[in-house]
């Protein structure tokens, strides 16, 4: 590293590890985690697909009779598979079928959803499936746009202007009535209600601890959305209307407003910036908090007007950088590329929760579920066996889960729910290494952008997940088996990235290209041969 960058680490390290202040901080940011989640899944219980028939007019006469009445079914047409139709009429006079233009829902479970208003089944179901991918094209969006104006203008400036904005629309989306103006709506919803405000809190924390404690630090961040997941499922369990059970998910932002004035931007970032006053005046005021020896600010302000970067330096660090060297360039497309796989694995398992046999609710619960487990193990393994390999067999146990879903028989749903959640469990145990692997191996200068940019590739997968599950109707199987196909690809390409247990993270663009130098899965099978074959003429 730089002189600079020795100057910051020596200024970091009068933090510790770990303390009261990044305890203090933490507890706040992780509620950014809790509101993500519960903001992504809403679509699930919102955009829910009940059970449905057509309505048969010249029966029904505009009084329904119950939704599985034998008498309407006598005019309904099977399926292949022997099920009955759910957009299909035989029609009494002509004795052929013919498309049914009104359906009878079943409300036992999903009692009103914006699928139910506006009839989004049969040959309107693929709007459904659009208006949940321009949620994730909204997410798409602010991943970038977001991410880049978090390393241009700071992280806690970004994360609580989003998050300000995330409360009027979350809540007002509720009232519209309109299925154009919603899409519209879903956009800006899925910019500023997810990832976007996630992503600058994530990093300020993982800015604030020390090798040791990211792991776990990383990892609190993935089990929050797992319970803001499991948040959603207990209140569309209970609240039936789609209207109050979306007003209720948006109050939730009101426990981040408090960011405002509690929590602090992020040192590292402050002294990338040239801050360095800033900076200084952070970290004493933290260790203050910790109950430190004081720090001598005159020292570092003067170290840090001697080495500051050059203004134009820090403002040209940005995007494109990321792609201007080949290891940083070649880095950034296998996470990339890992983001985008884990997250068509992910949300694939989770918005095929309601299609799923059984009580939709207790599904997307038991999927939320399945991730506190995955995250415990996660952090007992992580600081054993590596960031790169954990990763890895998490990515390739997921797609042999998802091989497995695609060639179990469909008359045995238990069966495949249960290797759904064992699939969820392995993609969960990727998607929560691949947060804390990526901030470690993007430098300090374009860290949130970086994680922006990867985070965008995941939302394409998102906005794709949708549509691939609509490829159902061509085979059953088709879905969870590209699925798997991203998550093994994902797993292999992984090996070729370099470990980051325990070591210091990159600050500027030329520590990013020389970090882990040689450093893959393969370089370190071949040494480690070399090393145990290894035996001393001599050995002493």
């Known amino acids: 590293m730089s002189g600079k960058e020795d100057d910051l680490e020596s200024l ?29 899944l809403s679509i699930v219980p919102i955009l829910g697909i009940p059970n449905h028939r057509c309505q048969v007019p010249w029966l029904e006469n505009g009084t329904n009779l119950p939704w599985d009445s034998p008498t309407a079914r006598a005019a309904i047409p099977l399926n292949p598979d022997g099920s009955y139709s759910s957009c299909l009429l035989i029609n009494p006079t002509t004795n052929l079928t013919e498309a049914c233009t009104s359906w009878v829902y079943d409300r036992t479970t999903f009692k009103d959803t914006r699928t139910v208003e506006w009839d989004l089944v049969c040959d309107k179901k693929w709007l459904g499936a659009l208006s949940k991918s321009i949620f ?19 992280r806690k400036k970004t994360q609580c202007w989003t998050q300000t904005i995330q409360l009027v629309i979350s809540i007002g989306i509720a009232f519209i009535n309109n299925y154009n103006a919603y899409l519209v709506a879903s956009f800006f919803y899925g910019m500023f209600g997810s990832a976007c405000a996630y992503i600058p809190a994530f990093v300020i924390a993982m800015e604030l601890v020390g090798p040791t404690k990211r792991t776990a630090c990383g990892l609190v961040f993935t089990a929050m959305f797992a319970s803001g997941v499991m948040i959603v499922a207990v209140w569309a369990y209970f609240i039936t209307s789609y209207v109050t059970l979306q007003a209720v998910i948006g109050l939730h932002v009101l426990l981040t407003i408090g960011h405002w004035w509690l929590i602090d931007e992020s040192p590292r970032w402050l002294w990338s910036q040239g801050r360095i006053a800033e900076s200084v005046d952070i970290v004493a005021k933290a260790v203050k908090f910790n109950g430190g020896d004081e720090v001598d600010r005159a020292h570092y302000l003067s170290k840090g007007k001697v080495k500051t970067v050059s203004a134009e330096t820090i403002s040209s660090a940005g995007f494109l950088d990321l ?7 070649l880095r950034m497309i296998y996470l990339s590329y890992n983001w985008f796989a884990d997250s068509v694995a992910y949300y694939g398992l989770s918005l095929a929760s309601d299609s799923m046999v059984g009580n939709p609710f207790f599904i997307l619960f038991v999927l939320g579920l399945v991730e506190i487990p995955c995250v415990l193990i996660v952090i007992l393994l992580l600081d054993r066996t590596g960031r790169r390999s954990l990763t890895s067999v998490m990515l390739l146990l997921a797609g042999l889960s998802c091989t497995v879903i695609a060639l179990i028989p469909k008359d045995m ?29 993007l430098p300090t200068v374009v860290r949130n952008t970086g994680i922006g ?4 590739c995941a939302r394409v997968a998102a906005m794709l997940c949708p549509l691939i599950l609509l490829l159902d109707t061509i085979d059953k199987s088709l879905p969870t088996l590209i699925f798997a196909l991203a998550a093994f690809t994902s797993g292999f390409f992984t090996l070729f990235l370099p470990e980051t247990l325990n070591k210091p993270m990159p600050e500027s663009l030329e520590d990013g290209e020389n970090f882990g130098l040689g450093d893959t899965a393969f370089n370190a099978c071949y040494s480690r041969k070399k090393t145990d074959d290894y035996k001393p003429a001599n050995p002493i």
């Open 413 to 441: 749903p238990n069966v495949i729910t249960a290797v759904a959640c064992l699939g969820k469990f392995c993609v969960c145990g990727g998607f929560s290494t691949i947060f804390n692997y990526s901030a470690e191996l």
């Open 323 to 329: 792609f201007k060297t080949p290891r940083l360039r």
């Open 453 to 456: 940019f990867c985070s965008a």
């Open 12 to 40: 970091m390290s009068h933090l510790g590890e770990f303390g009261k202040y990044q305890l203090y901080q933490i507890i706040l940011l992780v509620l950014t985690s809790l509101t993500t989640g519960i903001h992504t």
């Open 136 to 154: 994730m094209l909204g997410v798409f969006a602010g991943s970038i746009i977001l991410g880049y104006l978090a390393d241009k203008y700071g």
